[in-house]
C-alpha cells in the first residue's frame, strides 16, 4: 500500500467515524440521564436514513438531511413520552427490552412504508464531484463528513458545558434524585435530551445517504457498532465515544481497503477485545461502582412439581400417536426452544447476566452441526454430539469479555458479540453460504421420519434440561447464585465471581449449542437468522413471560411464544412488529416484572 | 511473626489522601480495635486488607507473607474472614446454605457438578451455626432475618475456612446493646482459644473499651495513637481528636 493510499484510506476511515459518533453519541447522552440504553438507537439513525431519502425527492438533499434528523427527534420525544417515561422504575433488563420491541417495530414500521429493496439516496448537490488529494480521488461530500463529527462534538461540548441547560444535563447524569431535589424538571429535561439523542443518530442516517443505501438491516448493524464504540470509549463519556469512533472508524477503512472486507468485525472485534483486557470500563470510562451492601433480594429458586412435570413428559410421550404430522413439528420446535430458554435462564437467574445475544450459541451449534455434516461429512449422530462443543467454544471466548463487566454493560457486549456472530455468518459465503445459509442438513435415516425426530428431540430436550436444573442446585450453581446474590460476599469468601461466571457461559452456550444442532436437523437447513438478534430477544421474551425467577417458567414461556409465533407468522403479515408490540403493552401494563 | 503485619501503607482517591503511611501488627490471639472519627480511613484500611482495594503504596503481610495486588478470593485462602459495615449475604439462600457455599469454597467444591449442595456437609455447617447462636434459624430464608441475626450469619460464614485472622467492619452496628456484648464476647472467645486475631473498627465506645485489647486511633488517614485501653483512653492527641480543644 503506498502513502497516498494509506492517507486516502484514513481520510475514508475519519468519514466513517464521523457517522459512528453522531449515533454513539446519542446513546451516551440518553444513557447518562435516564441510565437506558436504548436499543433502538440504529432503528432511529435508520429512519433518518429512509425519511431523508423520501424527503430529497422533493425538497433536495440539503434540506432533507436537517428535516429529516428533526422528524426523528419528534419521534424521539413521542417514544420518551409514550414508553420510556412509564419504565424509568422498572427493572433494567425491562426497559431494554421494551427499547427493543421499538427496534421490531420501528423495522416493521419501515418495511410497510419503504418496501424491502434498498434505496438508494441522491449525490449532494455541489458536492458530487471528487477532489485530487496526493494524485487520487477522493469524494467532495467526504470532506464535509470528516468535518461533521469534530464539529458536533465541539458544539456538544459547547451545550453541555457552557449553557444552563447543559449544566442541568450534566447534574442529572450525575446524581439524579439530587438534580431533581434541586428543582430540575426531569420529565421535561428527559423527553429533550433522548429528543436531542433521537436528532444526532437521525442526523448521523441522514448525513449518510449519499454514501450508502438506506436498508432495514442497517437498524441492527449500526447499533452494534454504536455498542462497540461505547463499550470501548467509555460509557457516558461524549470524548471516550469520540475517540473510540475514531479507532474503530479507521480500523473498518483499513480493512476495506485492504481488500478483507469479511475481516471487518474480526478486527473490530479484537480492538474490543484488547481495549478492555487493558481498561475494562473503556478508554475514557470510569470504573463501575462496586455493588455494595446486601444484594438484590431474590427469592429462593423454588422446586418445580415434579409430578406435573413427569405427567407432562409421559403426554409429550404419547402424542405422537394421535397427533398430525404439523403438531409433531410443532412440539419438536417447542422442545428445541424450551431447551434455549432454560439455557438462557441459567444465565440469567441463577447466573444473574442477562444476555441480549443468546441466539449466538444456538447458532453456532446449528452451523457447527451443518458443517460437521456437509464439510466434514461426519455422520449426523457425531456431529450432533460435537457440535454444542463448538458453541460452548464460542461461548467461552465471547463470555470471557463480557464476564469483565456486569450489567447493561454486559447486556450490551453480548448483544455486539451475538451481531457479529450473525455477519459472520451472513458474509462468509464461502463456508455459511452466506444469506442462503446451510441446506441438506439433514438427519441419519433412521431419524428421517417426524415421529422419529420428535422423539430424538424429546429425549434429548427433556434429558438437557433436567440437567441443568441439576446444575443449578449443584455446588457450582450455588456459587454462581452466590455471586449473583452479593459479589462482596462471594469474593470474600474465596469464589472467584469471575471465573465461576465465564464457567456459566460455557454451560448456557453448550446447552443452546444442543438446541441449535437439534433445530439445525430438524428444518434441514440453516439461515443467518438461527443466529440473529431478533432470535436472542425471542429467547428473553421466553424466559421475561415464564418468569426468571422460576424453573420452569422459562419452559412455559417458551411452549407459548413458539406456539404464538407459529400461529402470528402464517396470519399476520407484520408478526415481528405484533410481537414487538404485545411486548411494549405488557412491559407497560408490568413494569415490576412480568411474572409475579 | 505477626498474624498481620501492616506498614506504611497508603491510598489515595484522586487529591484526597485517605490513608497515609499506616503501619500497625495483630498478633494472634489478639483482639485489636481500629478507631478514628467518621472518615478517619478505617473502612479504606479493611478494603485494603481483604483486596478489594489496591494500596497506593505500603505493604501487608499475613504471617510473613505478602498479599498486596491479591484479590478478596484469593486472600481469603490465606485465611482472612471479614464481616462487612452493611451486612452482605446470600439472600436467595437459607441461613445454612450461606454456610454451606463457604464450605464449599473451603473444600474446594465450587466447580462440583455433583451432589446438590444443600446436601453438603450439614453437619459442619449447624456447628457454626450453633457457635454463634442462630442454629434454630438454619432452615429460613437469609432475606428474612433481623439485622442482628444477619451479623451472626456473616460470622459463621466468615468462621467456615477457620481463618486466622478475622477483619470485622462496625460488626455490632444496628444490634440492640445486649446482643452487641454476646457477639463481641463470642468474637474475644474465638480469639483466645482458636488462636485467630481478630481486628474490628467500631463506633461503640463501650465495646471498644471493654473488648479490645489494643486499641489503635486512625485520625486524617494516620495512626495518631495505638496502645492498651487505658493508654489511648489518657493519650492527650486523641482526647483532643475526639474531644476538641477544651
Not at chain 1, 48 to 65: N, R
Not at chain 1, 120 to 146: M, N, S
Not at chain 1, 431 to 452: E, R, Y
Not at chain 2, 79 to 89: D, E, K, S
Amino acid at each position: 500500500m503506498s502513502g497516498s493510499a494509506i492517507l486516502l484510506q484514513f481520510l475514508n476511515g475519519l468519514a466513517g467515524a464521523s457517522s459512528l459518533f453522531l449515533v454513539a453519541a446519542g446513546l451516551s447522552l440518553i444513557f447518562g440521564v435516564s441510565r437506558i440504553v436504548n436499543f433502538a438507537h440504529g432503528s432511529l439513525y435508520m429512519l433518518g436514513m429512509y425519511l431523508a431519502v423520501s424527503l430529497s425527492g422533493s425538497l433536495g438533499f440539503w434540506a432533507s438531511v436537517p428535516l429529516a434528523a428533526i422528524l426523528v427527534a419528534g419521534v424521539g420525544a413521542l417514544i420518551e413520552t409514550g414508553v420510556l417515561r412509564r419504565i424509568y422504575k422498572a427493572p433494567e433488563l425491562l426497559q431494554l427490552l421494551a427499547t427493543f420491541a421499538l427496534v421490531l417495530i420501528i423495522r416493521d414500521a419501515a418495511l410497510w412504508t419503504w418496501g424491502a429493496q434498498d434505496r438508494l439516496g441522491p449525490r449532494a448537490p455541489g458536492l458530487a464531484g471528487a477532489v485530487a488529494i496526493a494524485g487520487r480521488q477522493f469524494p467532495q461530500y467526504d470532506l464535509l463528513l470528516i468535518c461533521l463529527g469534530p464539529a458536533v462534538f465541539i458544539a456538544l461540548h459547547l451545550l453541555l458545558s457552557r449553557t444552563r441547560w447543559g449544566t442541568r444535563v450534566r447534574a442529572a447524569s450525575q446524581d439524579r434524585e439530587m438534580a431533581a431535589a434541586l428543582g430540575v424538571n426531569e420529565r421535561r429535561l428527559f423527553t429533550a435530551v433522548f429528543a436531542l439523542g433521537a436528532l444526532l443518530a437521525g442526523f448521523g442516517g441522514a448525513a449518510a445517504i449519499p454514501r450508502e443505501p438506506a436498508s432495514l438491516e442497517i437498524d441492527l448493524a449500526v447499533m452494534s457498532d454504536a455498542f462497540v464504540v461505547v463499550v470501548v470509549g467509555g460509557l457516558g463519556s461524549i470524548p471516550g465515544a469520540f475517540l473510540a469512533a475514531l479507532l474503530i472508524g479507521e480500523v473498518k477503512a483499513f480493512c476495506i481497503g485492504l481488500g478483507y472486507s469479511e475481516l471487518t468485525l474480526a478486527i473490530e472485534f479484537i480492538v474490543m477485545a484488547a481495549v478492555l483486557v487493558l481498561r475494562p470500563w473503556g478508554l475514557l470510562g470510569r470504573p463501575l461502582v462496586e455493588t455494595r451492601g446486601p444484594g438484590t433480594s431474590q427469592p429462593p429458586l423454588p422446586a418445580p412439581s415434579f409430578l406435573l412435570l413427569g405427567g407432562l413428559a409421559a403426554l409429550l410421550a404419547i402424542v405422537p400417536v394421535f397427533a398430525g404430522p404439523y403438531t409433531i413439528v410443532l412440539l419438536t420446535d417447542i422442545l428445541v426452544f424450551a431447551l434455549f430458554a432454560a439455557s438462557l435462564h441459567f444465565l440469567m437467574g441463577p447466573g444473574g447476566m442477562p444476555s441480549f445475544g443468546h441466539a449466538a450459541y444456538f447458532g453456532l451449534g446449528a452451523y457447527a452441526a451443518g458443517l460437521l455434516v456437509l464439510r466434514a461429512h461426519l455422520p449426523m449422530e457425531l456431529a450432533l454430539a460435537l457440535a454444542p462443543f463448538a458453541a460452548a467454544l464460542g461461548a467461552l471466548v465471547f463470555g470471557w469479555f463480557c464476564v469483565q463487566l456486569s450489567g447493561v454493560y454486559l447486556a450490551m457486549l453480548t448483544l455486539a458479540f451475538a451481531q457479529i456472530a450473525w455477519s459472520v455468518a451472513f458474509q462468509w459465503d464461502r463456508l455459511t453460504g452466506g444469506s442462503n445459509g446451510l441446506i441438506g442438513v439433514w438427519p441419519a435415516p433412521w431419524l428421517s421420519s417426524k415421529q422419529a425426530y420428535y422423539y430424538l428431540t424429546l429425549v434429548l430436550c427433556l434429558g438437557a434440561v433436567a440437567l441443568l436444573w441439576r446444575l443449578i442446585v449443584s455446588p457450582f450453581g450455588y456459587a454462581l447464585r452466590a455471586g449473583r446474590d452479593s459479589p462482596l460476599r462471594a469474593e470474600a469468601i474465596g469464589i472467584d465471581v469471575r471465573a465461576q461466571q465465564w464457567a456459566a457461559f460455557g454451560v448456557a452456550g453448550l446447552f443452546a449449542g444442543v438446541g441449535g444442532a437439534l433445530y439445525a436437523f430438524s428444518k434441514g437447513s440453516i439461515s443467518p437468522e438461527a443466529l440473529s438478534v431478533p432470535r436472542s430477544v425471542d429467547g428473553l421474551v421466553m424466559v421475561l413471560l415464564g418468569g426468571v425467577q422460576t424453573l420452569s417458567g422459562p419452559l412455559w414461556g417458551a411452549a407459548l411464544f413458539t406456539w404464538l409465533e407459529d400461529s402470528l407468522s402464517r396470519g399476520v403479515e407484520y408478526w415481528r412488529a405484533a410481537i414487538g408490540a404485545v411486548i411494549l403493552v405488557l412491559v407497560i401494563a408490568f413494569p415490576r416484572g412480568i411474572s409475579k | 511473626m505477626s498474624a498481620l503485619e501492616v506498614r506504611e501503607l497508603s491510598k489515595a482517591y484522586g487529591g484526597v489522601q485517605a490513608v497515609r503511611g499506616v503501619s500497625f501488627a495483630v498478633d494472634a490471639g489478639e483482639v485489636v480495635a481500629l478507631i478514628g472519627p467518621n472518615g478517619a480511613g478505617k473502612t479504606t484500611c479493611f478494603n485494603m486488607l481483604n483486596g478489594q482495594l489496591r494500596p497506593d503504596s505500603g505493604e501487608i503481610a499475613l504471617a510473613g507473607r505478602s498479599v498486596v495486588g491479591l484479590r478478596p478470593h484469593q486472600v481469603w485462602r490465606l485465611g482472612v474472614g471479614r464481616t462487612f459495615q452493611l451486612t452482605a449475604t446470600f439472600s436467595s439462600m437459607t441461613v445454612r446454605e450461606n454456610v454451606q457455599v463457604a464450605l464449599l469454597s473451603h473444600h474446594r467444591r465450587l466447580f462440583s457438578f455433583g451432589k446438590p449442595a444443600a446436601r453438603f456437609q450439614v453437619d459442619e455447617a449447624d456447628a457454626l451455626l450453633a457457635r454463634v447462636g442462630i442454629q434454630e434459624q438454619a432452615a429460613r430464608p437469609c432475606a428474612v432475618l433481623a439485622y442482628g441475626d444477619l451479623k451472626r450469619v456473616e460470622l459463621a460464614v466468615a468462621l467456615a475456612n477457620r481463618p486466622r485472622l478475622l477483619l470485622m467492619d462496625e460488626p455490632t452496628a444496628g444490634m440492640a446493646p445486649g446482643e452487641r456484648q454476646a457477639l463481641m464476647q463470642l468474637a474475644a472467645a474465638l480469639a483466645g482459644s482458636e488462636r485467630i486475631a481478630v481486628l474490628f473498627t467500631e463506633h461503640d465506645m463501650d465495646v471498644v473499651f471493654n473488648f479490645a485489647s489494643r486499641i489503635i486511633v486512625l485520625h486524617g488517614g494516620e495512626v495518631i495513637a495505638t496502645g492498651a485501653p487505658d493508654e489511648v483512653r489518657a493519650n492527650p492527641r486523641v482526647r483532643e481528636v475526639y474531644l476538641g480543644n477544651a
